[in-house]
């Protein structure tokens, strides 16, 4: 059947714990607030009532008539409060049958004696010890009675070993709580002393300086606790109620003392069912002492180092396995004795030559007397080759990330790269297009100026008209180029392949540029083995490559100098060379001379240009399965090779 339990609160912590504790047991909790409470309050429907302290004491008439109630509860406040300490000592006087539960007890004796209370009612008063405080100065002596007093204890106080001993003589107790250094005595005496008088007398010794007392002398005379004053009452009153569970621990060991004795019979039968199961378990177990010498192992430990009982004993745990296992177990060892449970990896060597990986739980035993170790063994290969491949995995899945990252990594500089590529771009192309441009508009409006004046010259409007159809053209080969790029980008640009003489394209190329080669008295000369090579190209694209590499050696080279064309051929390949007397190339541009919108850093700003040229000459070799790449001359200026496959026309 259910308890009900009704709590009657003022706001207290320790009301709060009682509702869980009590909650916790299966009861069933009604909290209310001392306000709610009246003269119809029905308490005899409850089996057990908690009040907690702060509750006024104009209540406490209400509450009278709970003094007939088997099972009350009093929760007391902290001894510092004392408003709250005196309304609760005149709420004890009224419910003098209540059970005083206090704030410095922990939960696990406060369900204890919750469970006590519900089952048996005032039986489950709890016992309280009774104290002889001795200290030689009065005011401190005052203060700890008071507070003592006021956690419901039965104080007696003296200031000296011979009042002590007077009040030894007369009452019980079984608490002494001693200053150390008195006027003419130490604790210690005091201690010994009422010792004389009740040998089961605990003591708390309270001391200035912990140095002061003889640590190993005081707990061989019996002494529980050393305080450090000042002494706060709540760590006085913890370790009294510490002191006290331990004497209340004796006792009741004493009476269980009796009742072991008749689980000895029980307890030899159980010995020998765990013996069975110990010496059956498929799990090897092996007791050993600290030595490492074998004391005895159950059949599949023998099974496992396939040794018989007696071989195993004249062994040693440390000659079974593997050196470095060894040094480890020895190592844990040391260590493992203080937290006395430990786990270490282990290897068992085979005759075979296959080792054989364990797990050895460790832990310590009390074998007649002396330390010893109980070790439970686990064969671990399966999770050994469980992680030897989920770190192999882990290896293959750094090396993708490494490469990944890599991957990402030359995309990034890749698009930072065309980034910059197409701000220069921008800017020239700005240039570029801004030149023929303004050169056209300046013409047409210089020839309709003197139109409208009536002055119109031939000669004048032919060398206007002739001004604005060479910037138109050069602009339209701007035009051309980015039209062009914009479609081998897109994959569109058409490619017509057909057999053609090698050496007239290249003829044609330099016809093309011949104007420009004149104006800078350059003169382009052209060097080849045979004059009748055939090679399968697109003769369109072929010419524009060779009047793109030539018009930039032009562009790039000083005026009277020359440009070296050097034609050749192999058994699968065609080469072209061209070469120029200018500034050169950068060697570290070399790889990114042929990328869009890149122009070398010593000629961007001097000769102009879109940096397309190149790039459209690139996209049309590698169209025809060849490649194209530049280097500087021994002798200074740039050289462009192209390697061009025959194909069909071999």
């Known amino acids: 059947m259910t308890n009900k339990v009704l709590i009657i609160d003022s706001n207290s912590v320790l009301a709060m714990r009682i509702k869980v504790l009590f909650e916790l047991l299966g009861s069933e909790v009604e ?7 009246d003269n119809q309050t029905c308490f005899a429907h409850f089996d057990v009532i908690a009040i907690a302290h702060g509750i006024p004491p104009e209540y406490f008439e209400i509450l009278d008539v709970l003094s007939q109630h088997e099972k009350i509860i009093l929760l007391a406040p902290k001894p510092e409060n004392s408003e709250h300490l005196s309304a609760f000592s005149q709420l004890n006087r009224v419910l003098s049958n209540a059970i005083v539960i206090y704030p410095f007890f922990g939960n696990k004796e406060i369900t204890g004696l919750l469970e006590r209370v519900m089952e048996i009612g005032e039986q489950a008063q709890l016992l309280l010890p009774k104290v002889l405080l001795v200290d030689h100065v009065p005011t401190r002596l005052k203060q700890l009675s008071v507070s003592l007093t006021g956690a419901q204890l039965d104080v007696k106080t003296a200031s000296n070993a011979h009042e002590a001993g007077l009040l030894a003589k ?67 009153l913890q370790s009294l109620h510490k002191l006290w569970q331990t004497e209340l ?90 937290a006395r449970h430990f786990d270490c990896d282990l290897v068992l060597p085979r005759p075979d030559g296959l080792s054989v990986p364990l797990m050895g ?34 290896e293959v899945l750094e090396a993708e990330v490494q490469a990944r990252t890599a991957q990402l990594q030359s995309a990034k500089e890749a698009a930072e790269r065309a980034n910059i590529s197409k701000s220069e771009f921008l800017a020239n192309m700005s240039h570029e297009l801004r030149t023929p441009m303004h050169s056209i508009l300046s013409f047409a409006r210089f020839g309709l100026d003197k139109l409208a004046a009536n002055e119109a010259p031939i000669e004048k409007l032919t060398k206007y008209l002739s001004r604005i159809e060479t910037s138109g053209e050069r602009l339209l080969l701007l035009l051309n180029n980015l039209l062009d790029l914009s479609k081998l980008d897109a994959g569109r640009f058409p490619f017509n392949p057909s057999v053609h003489n090698f050496t007239a394209i290249l003829a044609e190329g330099v016809e093309d540029v011949s104007g420009l080669a004149m104006k800078k008295c350059i003169s382009i000369n052209l060097h080849a083995q045979e004059s009748g090579l055939e090679v399968l190209c697109d003769r369109d694209q072929m010419v524009q490559v060779v009047r793109n590499l030539l018009g930039n050696a032009l562009k790039f080279s000083p005026e009277n100098s020359q440009v070296q064309v050097y034609l050749s051929n192999n058994v699968d390949t065609l080469n072209l060379t061209i070469c120029d007397q200018g500034v050169g190339i950068p060697k570290d541009e070399l790889e990114h001379i042929f990328d869009k919108f890149a122009q070398s850093s010593k000629t961007n700003s001097g000769a102009g240009g879109t940096g397309l040229g190149l790039a459209i000459c690139k996209e049309f070799i590698l169209l025809h399965k060849g490649c194209i790449y530049a280097r500087n001359g021994d002798s200074g200026g740039a050289e462009f090779v192209i390697e061009l496959p025959y194909g069909q026309g071999n």
Do not use: W
């Not at 909290?31 to 409470?37: A, F, P, Q, S, V």
């Not at 010794?205 to 140095?211: A, C, I, K, Q, V």
């Not at 310590?364 to 671990?380: M, P, R």
């Open 31 to 37: 909290h209310i607030h001392y306000e709610n409470l």
């Open 170 to 236: 007369e009452h019980s107790f079984d608490l002494l709580i001693c200053d150390f250094n008195l006027q003419e005595e130490t604790g210690l005496d005091v201690f010994e002393q009422v010792r004389s008088y009740h040998i089961n007398c605990r003591c708390l010794l309270m001391t200035s300086r912990e140095s002061q007392v003889d640590t190993l002398k005081a707990i061989r005379q019996g002494v529980e606790d050393v305080l450090t004053k000042p002494v706060d009452e709540n760590a006085l």
């Open 249 to 338: 621990l004796r006792r009741h060991n004493q009476e269980l003392v009796e009742r072991l004795q008749d689980t000895v019979d029980a307890l030899i039968e159980r010995d020998s069912l765990l013996r069975v199961i110990y010496k059956h378990t498929p799990d090897p177990i092996m007791l050993f002492n600290l030595k490492g010498f074998v004391i005895e192992a159950n059949d599949a430990c023998l099974n496992l180092f396939g040794l018989n009982a007696e071989q195993l004993e004249s062994h040693s745990i440390f000659n079974l396995f593997e050196r470095q296992s060894v040094e480890a177990l020895k190592n844990r060892i040391e260590a493992g004795l203080m």
């Open 361 to 394: 739980t460790f832990i310590e035993i009390d074998h007649h007397g002396e330390i010893g170790l109980a070790a439970i063994f686990k064969n671990v290969a399966h999770l050994k080759r469980k992680q030897q491949l989920l770190e192999e995995a882990k």
